[in-house]
């Protein structure tokens, strides 16, 4: 079957504007992972999803951050009022479920903010 | 807090040699310990993790809680194995397992 998946692939915005990722997990995972890669650093936890509702939003830098899983698959997070600090690979998994399971990444999204 | 170190950002080795990654933790409670990889232009994939005590593409990484280490070893290194590693933990959270991630080490195996 298909993996995750994430769009765009690459966005390029202004300092200021709002922008949407987009997640797909693969079908029938219910355990959702955002994490946020700035270069030359591995992999930052920004979010956590169960099914539909948020377990964990702890890793989420600031109220400009949000994200949202409204029927249990796929994911959009949000930035509001992007700053220069925001560009950085935004990455997406999956899990089965709960315990320890191996995540399923997807390829990212690449967002740059002039 | 948890805290995932590698202290090479880059090792470079020829084929034929052996290889370890090195990966220190700091963790309060039992820990979970993970080997990603990302080859060129693909996604971050599972490599192998502790639990499973398996060897995967050679590689080995045994979890030594006296050290607090993890660190990952291959014997004899091959062209693919070139490649961005990363070590991780795994925190148990709201039910779920976030990863906790080290910054990587870049191995480049040369002929």
């Known amino acids: 079957g298909a993996g995750v998946s994430q769009t765009p692939s690459n966005k390029v915005t202004e300092k200021g504007k709002y922008v949407e990722l987009r997640c797909d997990p693969i079908?029938?995972?219910?355990?959702l992972y955002w994490y946020r890669q700035s270069l030359g650093q591995g992999p930052e936890f920004l979010i956590y999803?169960?099914?539909?509702?948020?377990?964990?939003d702890s890793g989420l830098p600031n109220d400009r951050f949000f994200a949202v899983r409204p029927e249990g698959s796929v994911s959009t997070l949000k930035i509001q009022r992007t700053e220069r600090g925001d560009s950085a690979v935004y990455l997406c998994?999956?899990?089965?479920?709960?315990?320890?399971?191996?995540?399923?990444f997807g390829p990212g999204t690449r967002l740059t903010v002039l | 807090a948890q805290r995932v170190t590698q202290p090479e950002k880059l090792l470079s080795v020829f084929k034929g040699a052996p290889v370890e990654l090195k990966c220190n933790y700091s963790?309060?409670?039992?820990?979970?310990l993970f080997w990603y990889v990302q080859y060129s232009r693909q996604r971050l994939q599972l490599l192998l993790r502790?639990?499973s005590r398996e060897s995967i593409k050679g590689f080995t990484a045994d979890l030594n809680k006296g050290e607090t280490s993890f660190h990952l070893k291959k014997p004899f290194a091959q062209e693919e194995d070139s490649a961005m590693y990363y070590c991780?933990?795994?925190?148990?959270?709201?039910?779920?397992?976030?990863?906790?991630f080290g910054t990587g080490t870049q191995l480049k195996v040369e002929l």
């Open positions: 998994a999956s899990t089965r479920g709960t315990g320890s399971h191996e995540q399923f």
């Open positions: 079908s029938g995972h219910t355990a």
């Open positions: 999803f169960q099914g539909t509702g948020a377990a964990d």
């Open positions: 963790y309060s409670g039992s820990p979970e």
């Open positions: 502790h639990i």
């Open positions: 991780a933990l795994s925190g148990v959270t709201g039910g779920g397992n976030k990863l906790t």
